[in-house]
């Protein structure tokens, strides 16, 4: 949650204050655009590390999916400086996961939609977010990249940087279906406990 919110902050105050995106955002990259992607990229490299040492893969595959993808595009982009103006851009998206974590944390609490103003607001949040900084973003980035196909000078780092946002655009398909799974299992009334039935044993 902690990176989530670090990284969002970033990629905002980047996004709001100097970024490269009006101009050539293949080749050039603003400093704060580059720290941004550089946090993330340290972050997703534990995370994934404590995934496969501690066997957390086996129940979260589609997680190590994700950020092997996204190191190996994020890795290639800051070693080699190009599109990373677009991975800056992409990590908006942490903002929702903020409330996503949020939501969590709340309901390992014992909080429910129906009792809880916090956890209402933070649904409302979290819907609100997966389209504006995670939704938006990611098509957006998609639509740049391939606009910016002929400003890559290597095709294999466009067909990277490409073919990397329309995994994660499909990804996201994928979490508007556990979101909206996790909405309804929040939302639903409460399970009547089983009724206790008496049985009359006879001498």
Known sequence: MLHSALSSLLAISALLTSHSLNGDYVSTVTRGEFLATSVSTGYFAYDLWDYVLNGLY???PGIVVHHVVVLICYISALTKTVGVPLLSLALVCELQSVFMHARKL??????????????????????????????????????????????????IHFA???????????????????VRKACRKDSAPPKAPPSSVSVLKTP
């Open 160 to 178: 990277m940087a490409f073919g990397g946002i329309i995994f994660i655009n499909l990804l996201n398909v994928q979490l508007l279906f556990d």
């Open 58 to 60: 086996v129940k979260s």
């Open 106 to 155: 709340l309901v390992m609490s014992n909080f429910s939609v129906r009792l809880s103003p916090l956890l209402q607001w933070v649904w409302r949040a979290q819907w609100v977010s997966f389209t504006v900084a995670r939704f938006i973003p990611h098509v957006a980035v998609a639509v740049l990249t391939y606009q910016a196909k002929h400003l890559f000078v290597q095709q």
